[in-house]
């Protein structure tokens, strides 16, 4: 089934937010393969972090990922107005396929 | 640069199937790395339909498999997506992307084709 993430998060410009991602051990807990993306409205998603705690090239610094357990966070620090999008998670199984978190929408305030 | 660009049909009709083929450029599909379909009916969330190596070997998200059929054809740069027995909870925009460990790191994508599932 799929992950658990808040269903909205908000934050005023310059502040930090954290949006967490819920698994099982049989998928966020038992793998270092955890991605975030960003979504904007009528775009295609686009990759912020890979394996748990990786930045693509180009991506900001103002993004980060950890994990602890069963939950996978992602932080936004500098908050911005173009932060202001959809957030996802997605884990690898054991069941050898991948799962999606059902979505946070990130408002800046 | 690597692209992705879906295609196929906007409008099928109930119980008919729905076919889309993601071309690449910008990178040969045979050298390795996982392709992946991935949906998102409108207003909702995304979801994992399946991905093939450029072997053919292919992952299938178990809500789908008996309906789901994943092809690779590495002299056209393509991969396709069949969907039987399509009913209009099968609507959504349709992605396509790379995915480099078949782990759900997606990446790049396409820009997404709309199927909308309707008599």
């Known amino acids: 089934s799929a992950l658990t993430q808040p269903a909205s998060v908000s934050g005023s410009p310059g502040q930090s937010i954290t949006i967490s991602c819920t698994g099982t051990?049989?998928?966020?807990?038992?793998?270092?393969?955890v991605s975030w993306y960003q979504q904007h409205p009528g775009k295609a998603p686009k990759l912020i972090i890979y394996?748990?705690?990786n930045r693509p090239s180009g991506v900001s610094n103002r993004f980060s990922g950890s994990k602890s357990g069963n939950t996978a966070s992602l932080t936004i620090s500098g908050l911005q107005a173009e932060d202001e999008a959809d957030y996802y998670c997605?884990?690898?199984?054991?069941?050898?396929?991948?799962?999606f978190g059902g979505g946070t929408k990130l408002t800046v305030l | 640069q690597v692209q992705l660009q879906e295609s196929g049909p906007g409008l099928v009709k109930p119980s008919e199937t729905l076919s889309l083929t993601c071309t690449v450029s910008?990178?040969?599909?045979?050298?390795?790395?996982?392709w992946g379909w991935i949906r998102q009916p409108p207003g909702k969330g995304l979801e994992w339909i399946g991905n093939?190596?450029?072997?053919?070997?292919?992952y299938h998200n178990p809500s789908l498999k008996s309906r789901l059929t994943i092809s690779i054809d590495t002299s056209k740069n393509q991969f396709s997506l069949k969907l039987s027995s399509v009913t209009a909870a099968d609507t959504a925009v349709y992605f396509c992307?790379?995915?480099?460990?078949?782990?759900?790191?997606?990446?790049?994508w396409g820009q997404g084709t709309l199927v909308t599932v309707s008599s």
């Open positions: 910008g990178y040969s599909i045979s050298s390795g790395f996982y």
């Open positions: 992307a790379r995915d480099r460990i078949a782990a759900g790191e997606f990446d790049p």
């Open positions: 051990s049989s998928d966020v807990g038992g793998y270092n393969s």
């Open positions: 093939i190596f450029h072997s053919g070997r292919t």
């Open positions: 394996d748990v705690s």
């Open positions: 997605t884990s690898y199984t054991s069941s050898d396929t991948v799962v």
